[in-house]
């Protein structure tokens, strides 16, 4: 058997992907470790789950970062390597010229946060960055520095609906309020856009008359719980990437 996957994982809250990620490892449906996992929020129960399961945890608060930036004044905090103009040209999750001192802020505001968060994660040994969860946008300066090789995708989501449908925060919620019958979930790359890098995967489910926005949720997770593993296992084997 050849040498196992190195995985990150990144969350932000319950972490119910981190664990099914962790009992795939364990079974033995996934030739991986999990090396870490991080979250952008103190106290959630993921990280339970991760110390657990005996992986090493850290926290990275963005909400007190981007505060202390608005608050404290950023720009004497920005990483040495950080070009708003660079980063503008390549992001694609914002008009930026709607509102340009907003997208600035934003931008400069990410980026310290993720720099942060970068010193924490590159201190590990890694080859995929699993989002189990992780509800924070990454901008390119944080992508830039995970993908390092060109045309290698190393960062791994999973979506609560059928890409190229309903991308945002709420893919169940969309998909219960527009009237569909199907309803899924899907992972994919992460690339510079919201929910728009390549597709690895796709699991579907039935949307009865009588669910409910809770029912599609529950059906929605039992999918998730099993496509995530599923999806890494391909990385792992070399199917992908």
């Known amino acids: 058997m050849g040498e196992r996957l190195k995985v990150g994982t990144l969350i932000s809250g319950g972490g119910t992907n981190l664990q099914a990620i962790i009992d795939a ?5 996934i030739d991986a470790d999990i090396t870490f996992t991080g979250s952008d929020v103190p106290g959630v129960k993921g990280l339970e789950r991760a110390k657990t399961a ?8 963005y909400a007190d970062i981007i505060r202390s930036c608005r608050d404290e004044g950023l720009d004497d905090r920005l990483p040495g390597d950080f070009s708003l103009r660079e ?14 001192q907003k997208a600035a802020f934003f931008l400069k505001s990410r980026a310290v946060a993720e720099r942060a968060l970068l010193d924490k994660i590159l201190s590990y ?15 390119p300066y944080f ?10 995708h190393r960062i791994m989501n999973i979506h609560p609906a059928l890409l190229p449908a309903f991308p945002g925060t709420d893919g169940y ?12 979930c899907t992972v994919h790359f992460i690339d510079y856009g ?44 070399g199917d992908i990437g």
């Open 25 to 29: 490892c364990a079974a033995g449906k």
């Open 54 to 61: 005996g992986i090493d945890t850290f926290v990275v608060d």
């Open 87 to 100: 980063i503008q040209a390549k992001q694609q999750l914002m008009d930026a010229g709607k509102d340009p």
């Open 125 to 139: 040994d890694m080859d995929l960055l699993v989002l189990a969860g992780f509800m924070r946008v990454l901008t």
């Open 143 to 152: 992508i830039d520095r995970i993908n390092t090789a060109p045309g290698k």
């Open 173 to 184: 919620g969309d998909t219960f309020r527009y009237g569909c019958k199907i309803g899924g």
């Open 194 to 237: 919201e929910d728009t890098g390549p597709i690895i995967g796709q699991k579907a489910f039935e949307i009865l008359d009588t669910d409910t926005l809770d029912d599609i949720k529950r059906k929605g997770l039992e999918q998730e719980w099993a496509l995530y593993p599923a999806c890494i296992q391909k990385f792992a084997a």
